[in-house]
């Protein structure tokens, strides 16, 4: 029995192929069902059984995509009301695949529904647990609403301790979520692979002995996520269509300068030291890079369901129309180019300056706001004295609440100050990027708060 894993750094994601060498079974497909088809043609496996964990809040599925092209089964928890067909799968059912099987496990806690499966083919065993028990940590408990969070992390202590009994200690561990996801919770480790043995002796859900502990431990650990996970599930219970990640023809000059004219979204790729020295007036900058966050934080910032261009060269064009489908961003159009001026000759074309901290220190006149863009706890543990604290998913719901003048913005590392100050400036608003890693604020000189957060 092989498992092959896909990522999705993007989204902090794995799906999975299991197989034999003859078939295969794939868990938490992505809707980009390519990368898995390739995965087993080059295993030389036929796709015979698709699994679904849970009905996922953080990306589209590509379960019922894949079913449906290779004539699979589809394993959907019986207690999900999905308004497709599928294979129903309950508490303890045994699913036979080739020279493997599948238990099915009831790990309620990420999601009330929530299966993990058990895969042996009698010499090896895998645990495939979802939103359950992840390295070091457990799928956060939130999602299903504030009513249900306590009573969700409760379910949670017990589910992974259920599954970690029922999989004994030398099965190896594929969770779905935890590297990076916004999905899981508390202190999730950035170990590539582990086992149940592991975990029973570093996981806090499985270390810690007292349930009600635990279950303040997490729910004081929940941070903001990203706002587009509240349509992600719906359509995950409908079923979504194939992604067309095909590169839209291009745009003209005049039609990007008339988009930009009435205000909609245009999205320079670009990296953000070449937009912060040109770029066309009112186009907000979403630095595109393999593995990061440009999907998960353009969902979240940008309002959901308006026009939306994209604007960069045709390979970043590409992934970044591949890595919005995931999220249910369907074709947006495109602009191909990387100079504004080619873009669109004779348009207005704006700038803003870059700073490092050390400029903060020399150069901030003294009635300027420093602006702090990153999450609520981020800021709460350690912040720049006298700063003031917008998270960036918060920003444009709370321009009116900033004070007037010069704003320099900064974040964790500059990714998220780029979009910030992007966005400032197509209000109209004066900004200096602050674009450098906030460890490095205190060496520069910078006066630090470690507690007594201030915020707007």
Known sequence: MDVVVIETPQLGDRSYLVHDGRVGLVIDAQRDTDRIEEAARQAG???????????????????????????????????????FEREPITDGQ?????????????TPGHTHTHLSYVVTDGRTKAVFSGGSL???????????????????????????RRLADEAGPDAALFPTHGFGSFCSTGPATGAAASTIREQRATNHALTDPDPEHFVAELMANLSAYPSYYAHMAPINMTGPEPADLSLPESLDGAELVSRLARGEWVVDLRRRVLFASSHLMGTVSFEYGSGSSFSSYLGWVLPWGEKLTLVGDRKDLRSAIRDLSRIGIDRPDAAVGTEPHALAPGAAVASYPRAGWAAVVAEKPAGDTVLDVRRTEEFDASHVADALNVPLHELLGRLDELPPGRIWVHCNSGYRAGVAASLLQREG??????????REAAAAGVPMHLQQAQRL
């Open 94 to 106: 045994t699913v036979q695949i080739g020279g493997f099987s599948l238990r099915a496990v009831a």
């Open 429 to 438: 608003r004066d900004v200096v990027h602050i674009d450098a890693r906030f």
């Open 134 to 160: 992840l390295y070091g940590s457990v799928g956060r408990t939130d999602l299903a609403g504030p009513a249900d969070t306590a009573g969700l992390a409760r379910d949670q202590y017990a589910s992974v």
């Open 45 to 83: 496996v036929a796709i015979t059984h698709v699994a679904e964990t849970h009905v996922h809040n953080d990306y589209l599925t590509g379960g019922l995509i894949l079913a449906r092209a290779h004539g699979a089964k589809y394993l959907v928890n019986a207690a999900d009301s999905v308004a």
